[in-house]
């Protein structure tokens, strides 16, 4: 049995807001990943399956690695197509932002957005969501805005129009924002989730290959390059640390969603709980943090890289060098484990 969570009030003025309009922009976060993408998608299959003209807009393209997902090619890119993203975005009659929680995270959308007067329907699992939203149905506790997404169609009784296609989209963020079923899946009822998307008998099995396990030689040989050369631990504080710089990154022909997964990867040595990794960007660092157990890595991003997210997985900025980002990591190391540190400095003295 899958618990109705969501309000039912918040149900009906949901259903209300479809049922009056005609037009309906679909959004979620600059980069997106498996889930922004898979939830997007999926609502917009539903969508059209009643009759709407919906659209996915985001910011900035799907990297290569998520381009088979059902319906990615059709999706109106802000960074390719800015005229028609403005053109969708200003007509439509609702606007349903998926996937993130701060108007910041869609990147320049926001500006021809937040003038708009068109209600805003959020769809979330990120904390802390801003209050910018006409409909707000932001479940933190959930593994994924894909599991939502599902959740709404339950609620609104739209199930009968998830077809294999729709269904294989949420089975793309069940599994992606969980590391493969690994983390922020412990509800007994997300199992009854992937089952039932399960019915709708998508070839799983190629999906999850194309999902979770194909990366291109450069990119393997540049995580197997940050893991045997870039890889820092701090045993003691049970962290690593791995920093990949531009040049490093054009070394082995960086591609966008490349180093997806690499964050993951030291939390397989035993003692270490953190995991972070630094990337050189065009114009910024970008960082991303993993996290087990109850360290809260959403707090550390928030607090010293302008960032946020999920307790276990968590992501920010920084503008200046990748040093500086460095030197301010130690800082943090400093602050959150002042013994460890201190012991450090009496023993390099
Ligand atoms: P990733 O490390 O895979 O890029 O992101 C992990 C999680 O942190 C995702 O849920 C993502 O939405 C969030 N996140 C990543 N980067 C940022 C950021 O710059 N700002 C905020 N607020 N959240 C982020
Ligand atoms: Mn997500």
């Known amino acids: 049995m899958i618990t109705p969570i969501i309000d039912e009030k918040a149900i009906e003025r949901l259903r209300a807001m479809i049922n009056?309009?005609?037009?309906?922009?679909?959004?979620?976060?600059?980069?997106p990943d498996g889930d922004a993408l898979g939830?997007?998608?999926?609502?917009?299959?539903?969508?059209?399956?009643?009759?709407?003209?919906?659209?996915?807009?985001?910011?900035?393209?799907?990297?290569?690695?998520?381009?088979?997902?059902?319906?990615?090619?059709?999706?109106?890119?802000?960074?390719?197509?800015e005229l028609r993203a403005r053109h969708v975005l200003?007509?439509?009659?609702?606007?349903?932002?998926?996937?993130?929680?701060?108007?910041?995270?869609?990147?320049?959308?926001?500006?021809?957005?937040?003038?708009?007067?068109?209600?805003?329907?959020?769809?979330?699992?990120?904390?802390?969501?801003?209050?910018v939203f006409d409909l707000a149905i932001s479940f933190p506790e959930a593994s994924s805005t894909c599991e939502l997404v599902f959740r709404v169609f339950m609620q609104l009784g739209l199930l009968k129009f998830m077809d294999r296609y729709t269904a294989s989209c949420l089975y793309v963020g069940l599994l992606t924002d969980t590391g493969g079923f690994a983390y922020s899946c412990e509800n007994p009822e997300f199992y009854e989730i992937v089952a039932s998307v399960m019915r709708r008998r998508f070839d799983r099995i190629t999906?999850?290959?194309?999902?979770?396990?194909?990366?291109?030689?450069?990119?393997?040989?540049l995580q197997g390059y940050a893991i045997n050369e870039k890889m820092e631990l701090y045993p003691e504080c049970g962290v690593?640390?791995?920093?990949l710089d531009?040049?490093?990154?054009?070394?082995?022909?960086?591609?966008?969603?490349?180093?997806?997964?690499?964050?993951?990867?030291?939390?397989?040595?035993?003692?270490?709980?953190?995991?972070?990794?630094?990337?050189?960007?065009?114009?910024?660092?970008?960082?991303?943090?993993?996290?087990?157990?109850?360290?809260?890595?959403?707090?550390?991003?928030?607090?010293?890289?302008?960032?946020?997210g999920h307790k276990n997985a968590a992501g920010g900025e920084f503008d200046g060098t990748i040093d500086e980002a460095v030197q301010v990591f130690h800082q943090v190391l400093a602050d959150l484990f002042p013994d460890v540190t201190e012991q450090k400095t009496e023993e390099q003295q």
């Not at 009056?20 to 980069?31: D, E, F, L, N």
């Not at 995270?105 to 959020?122: F, N």
């Not at 999906?207 to 040989?221: G, I, P, Q, V």
């Open 20 to 31: 009056g309009v005609q037009r309906i922009a679909i959004t979620c976060h600059k980069s």
């Open 39 to 81: 939830s997007t998608l999926a609502l917009c299959h539903v969508l059209r399956r009643l009759g709407k003209d919906a659209v996915v807009v985001t910011p900035d393209m799907a990297p290569r690695s998520l381009e088979f997902i059902p319906g990615v090619h059709d999706i109106v890119v802000f960074t390719k197509h």
């Open 90 to 131: 200003q007509e439509a009659q609702l606007i349903c932002c998926l996937d993130f929680n701060a108007m910041k995270r869609i990147d320049r959308l926001a500006e021809i957005i937040e003038p708009l007067k068109t209600p805003r329907v959020l769809i979330d699992h990120h904390l802390g969501p801003e209050d």
């Open 207 to 221: 999906l999850y290959n194309k999902a979770m396990n194909t990366f291109s030689a450069d990119s393997l040989r």
């Open 240 to 243: 690593a640390l791995i920093t």
């Open 246 to 308: 531009k040049e490093e990154l054009e070394r082995f022909n960086y591609n966008r969603g490349d180093t997806e997964t690499l964050v993951n990867k030291p939390l397989a040595i035993p003692g270490i709980y953190w995991s972070v990794f630094m990337r050189e960007d065009a114009d910024k660092i970008k960082l991303s943090c993993r996290s087990q157990g109850d360290f809260s890595v959403s707090d550390i991003c928030e607090h010293y890289f302008n960032g946020g």
